[in-house]
């Protein structure tokens, strides 16, 4: 049974980029679920192209998997639909069939992304630029300004929350596009959070540090690489770097998430607040 009495009750909520297992959308998924909220999964489903292959992605099967797992856990209602958020078509579809579905929108997470191409930046292709700038940070546009477009139709106000990064504040090597898209992503936040505030509608990011997810543990295994060791000599580098000695777990980002998209919020607009122990301070 759906938690009639939780934070987000009543409410409907679209996630981006949640079909794969042990990802942050999972968490957020289940937190939102466990709050009372209905929640649409979205992720690409097939592979696309080189830079965005199988083994990377959330499929079809995955994403349903996925939704199976949640709605187990939670008792909640949990939906699903394919979205390649670089596509505008495919954003204004989800929208439009979520509402169809649910009866209205209230909550988008952006958090959809590529961070698994690591390259030194004389080496990195225009492709590999392109694939990353649009997943990570054309989608969350395009998801905002059409959400926001829905949220102004139902006249209620409406909630954005983008997954940015640490990478969002700070540079990481190997990670020229990932960073330059996570730092837009903190200006699409901030301008979003300008022009929509009139109606009600927030926008703010979460900016996780490391968390061993299907793309951090790549990360992972590419740092290793770097610094001549393996996953668990990356991990143990990683906590000597973090005032609360741990990495960040799934579930960190998803109450931020909560925190965000609950009355509790509801004066906070355009932040990015920080999930990694300590890590990260400005
Ligand atoms: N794991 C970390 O260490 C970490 C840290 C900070 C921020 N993040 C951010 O968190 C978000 C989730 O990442 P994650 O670590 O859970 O990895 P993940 O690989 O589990 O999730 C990323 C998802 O994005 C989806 N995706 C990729 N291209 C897409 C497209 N065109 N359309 C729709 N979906 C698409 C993938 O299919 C995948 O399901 C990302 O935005 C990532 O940048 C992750």
């Known amino acids: 049974m759906a938690n009639s009495n939780g934070r987000l009750a009543g409410k409907v909520a679209v996630i981006t980029g949640a079909g794969r297992k042990k990802g942050l959308g999972e968490a957020i998924a289940t937190r939102f679920s466990e709050e009372g909220a209905t929640v649409v999964i979205t992720d690409i489903g097939k ?6 292959p199988a083994g990377n992605i959330g499929t079809s099967e995955e994403m349903e998997e996925v939704a199976d797992g949640v709605r187990s856990s939670t008792g909640g209602t949990i939906h699903t639909m394919v979205c390649d958020v670089r596509s505008e078509d495919d954003v204004i579809r989800t929208i439009a069939d979520t509402v169809k579905t649910c009866g209205r929108l209230d909550i988008v997470v952006n958090n959809a992304g590529i961070g698994y191409i690591m390259k030194p ?10 694939v990353v700038l649009d997943v990570n940070l054309r989608g969350p546009f395009l998801f905002t300004k059409h959400a926001a477009a829905q949220f102004v139709r139902q006249g209620e106000g409406g909630r954005i929350i983008n ?41 703010n990011a979460v900016c996780p540090n490391h968390v061993t997810t299907g793309l951090g543990a790549v990360q992972n295994a590419r740092r290793g690489e770097v610094l001549g060791t393996d996953t668990e000599g990356v991990l143990d580098f990683r906590k000597t770097k973090i005032p609360l000695g741990r990495v960040g777990l799934p579930s960190d980002t998803a109450n931020a998430c909560v925190f965000f998209a609950s009355d509790d919020a509801s004066y906070i607009t355009g932040e990015s607040i920080n999930v990694t122990g300590g890590e990260e301070m400005h």
């Open 47 to 52: 592979p696309s192209g080189d830079h965005l």
């Open 121 to 130: 930046l004389m080496e990195l292709s225009i492709d590999e630029w392109d």
């Open 163 to 203: 997954i940015a990064s640490q990478a969002a504040k700070s540079p990481a090597p190997l990670l020229i596009h990932y960073t330059s898209s996570k730092h837009g992503m903190i200006g699409l936040t901030r301008t979003a959070a300008v022009e929509l505030g009139e109606h009600g509608i927030t926008s």
